[in-house]
């Protein structure tokens, strides 16, 4: 049984930094993909940041540079470090998993089978 618990979420001024966390049990986060998505109020979740097994990454035009994403395979553990944050970036951010692609990851929800609850972030200007 696989389990993804977000974490870290919170209110922010435009400017601060959030980290987010997504603790995976069932789920070896050394294999596989691994993604943060977000949906704000009326739009669609979409995809964020994704890494995959070999620890390449990919950025929505949106983030890049200003987000990180990364992971602790000893401590099955997915990162999403948050810096400049601004007020558009406010949303509720989901942890997603593939077990099914290691290199070459999906970019679409319809994509990734597991998912966490989810966490809010919230910006303030």
């Known amino acids: 049984q696989v389990h993804l618990v977000e974490s870290g979420g919170g209110s922010v001024q435009a400017g601060g930094s959030l980290r987010l966390s997504c603790a995976a049990s069932?789920?070896?986060?050394?294999?596989?993909?691994m993604a943060w998505f977000r949906q704000a109020p009326g739009k669609e979740r979409e995809e964020v940041a994704v890494?995959?097994?070999?620890?390449?990454?990919l950025y929505a035009d949106s983030v890049k540079g200003r987000f990180t994403i990364s992971k602790d395979n000893a401590e099955n553990t997915l990162y999403l470090q948050m810096n400049s944050l601004l007020p558009e970036d406010t949303a509720m951010y989901y942890c997603?998993?593939?077990?099914?692609?290691?290199?070459?990851?999906?970019?679409?929800?319809?994509?990734?089978?597991?998912w966490g609850q989810g966490t809010q972030v919230t910006v303030s200007s």
């Open positions: 997603a998993a593939d077990p099914f692609r290691s290199w070459s990851c999906g970019t679409v929800v319809a994509d990734f089978g597991y």
């Open positions: 069932g789920y070896t986060a050394s294999r596989g993909c």
């Open positions: 890494i995959n097994s070999g620890g390449s990454t």
